[in-house]
């Protein structure tokens, strides 16, 4: 079982789409939580509500070209996703509701929403296991937890994956 903690909607797939799509053509079972909404996504004013609708779809449908059926957004506005107990609970319980053996989040080289979402995704999968917060699901660890980012490269990747039979 492999979850995706992104930040937006397009995180997932701009980030490891292609490694998705090797996951689930290999039998996995790929979830995708996400937290933006894509409200700021818009370049003119007036189109907010328009864009964020238009943006939803078109992730809806990302994911679902991947073969990711379990996927959901959280619908908070794009400015909003920072550190919060809420989105700290939403990780924990994203997280005991997958039980996944693999975490992928975000690395923490670029701007705030993806650090902050690199910092709940780390202290999340710790909180997940303990015997706590019991409203949230049984404890679970998973086993692993790898870090992606969508603008800047890593600076040191420790795996690389080929997808070009995927991509």
């Not at 975000?106 to 701007?111: G, L, M, T």
């Not at 710790?126 to 086993?143: H, I, K, N, V, Y």
């Amino acid at each position: 079982n492999i979850l995706v903690l992104g930040g937006h909607l397009d995180d997932s797939i701009i980030a490891v789409g292609g490694l998705l799509r090797k996951f689930v053509e290999s039998g996995c079972k790929v979830s995708v939580v996400c937290f933006g909404n894509g409200d700021e996504a818009f370049t003119r004013v007036g189109e907010q509500e328009a864009c964020k609708r238009q943006f939803m779809a078109e992730g809806v449908e990302a994911h679902k070209a991947l073969g990711i059926t379990d996927f959901t957004c959280l619908d908070v506005p794009d400015f909003a996703v920072q550190e919060s107990r809420e989105t700290y609970r939403q990780c924990i319980a994203a997280i005991r509701r997958t039980k996944p053996d693999i975490i992928l989040g975000h690395y923490w080289a670029e701007y705030f929403q993806h650090r902050a979402m690199a910092r709940l995704t780390c202290d999340a999968w710790w909180q997940a296991g303990w015997a706590c917060s019991a409203d949230l699901g049984e404890p679970w660890a998973a086993r692993a937890l790898y870090h992606f980012e969508v603008i800047h490269d890593l600076p040191e990747p420790s795996h690389i994956v080929d997808i070009s039979d995927t991509f």
